[in-house]
């Protein structure tokens, strides 16, 4: 099977060779080159012609490593998240908290991974280590092949969801945050009546219990919500 020339250069696989000049660069230069470009400027500040300089050689040199604009971006996310972490624990559980810790760590490092167009699963060599190593964690656990499958995607989408919302905590001075939070929530408080929105507004009420600044703690509570729902599956299958 055919596969595109980034994902041959990524996993070593020997490609046909191109004509021209020895290549001078490595991808993981190209990678590490725009993934500083992102983290100074986010993704808008990363094209072809910005790496190229970067790099000392022109935008037509750059296309003798990578075809595309979206094989730059598979680069970049290669080299960004870097190598799955060890999964301590002695359950799976809490090696699923580490995955989903991690996980929002690499986020937390360059944001600007949010603002990538997902169109393909992971098919490069440290994408694909983190998805091994969070399907290892249920080793021990009755769910076959698929279940796993689908409880790795429902971390994914949990944590980069959260990530979303919260990502100003992270990009933003804690004085900025903490404005940004309350101004959210004094705006929250005069739509959500208590007429329309009685949920909402009595969750407010009790500031205790309704806290809008979605911080590490909401993090893990929100993480244990999902963990119990995989634990269900995981009784059910045991019965």
């Excluded at 993934?35 to 500040?45: F, I, R, S």
């Excluded at 998240?81 to 360059?110: K, M, N």
């Excluded at 169109?119 to 091994?132: H, I, K, N, Y």
Aim: hydrophobic share 45%.
């Amino acid at each position: 099977m055919e596969l595109p020339r980034v994902l041959e250069q990524l996993w070593g696989i020997e490609g046909p060779a191109r004509p021209g000049p020895k290549p001078t660069f490595q991808l993981s230069d190209i990678g590490a080159a725009a993934v500083e470009l992102a983290d100074a400027g986010g993704l808008a500040a990363v094209s072809m012609s910005k790496v190229a300089a970067a790099l000392g050689f022109t935008t037509m040199s750059l296309y003798r490593y990578v075809d595309s604009k979206d094989d730059l971006y598979t680069v970049m996310l290669e080299y960004a998240f870097g190598d799955a972490p060890a999964l301590p624990g002695d359950t799976w559980r809490e090696r699923i908290v580490a995955w989903s810790e991690a996980f929002r760590d690499a986020l937390r490092a360059h944001p600007w991974i949010l603002q990538v167009p997902i169109t393909d699963p992971p098919l490069s060599p440290r994408q694909l280590s983190w998805l091994e190593a969070g399907l290892l964690a249920f080793h021990d656990t009755p769910l076959g092949a698929t279940e796993k499958l689908s409880a790795m995607l429902l971390l994914n989408v949990y944590v980069r969801g959260v990530f979303q919302m919260t990502v100003h905590q992270f990009t933003e001075t804690p004085e900025e945050s903490a404005a940004a939070t309350q101004r959210y929530t004094d705006r929250l408080r005069l739509l959500a009546t208590e007429d329309r929105f009685p949920a909402i507004a009595g969750g407010l009420r009790q500031p205790e219990d309704f806290d809008v600044d979605f911080d590490a703690d909401g993090f893990a509570d929100g993480l244990e919500t999902v963990l119990d729902g995989i634990q269900a599956r995981i009784d059910k299958k045991q019965r």
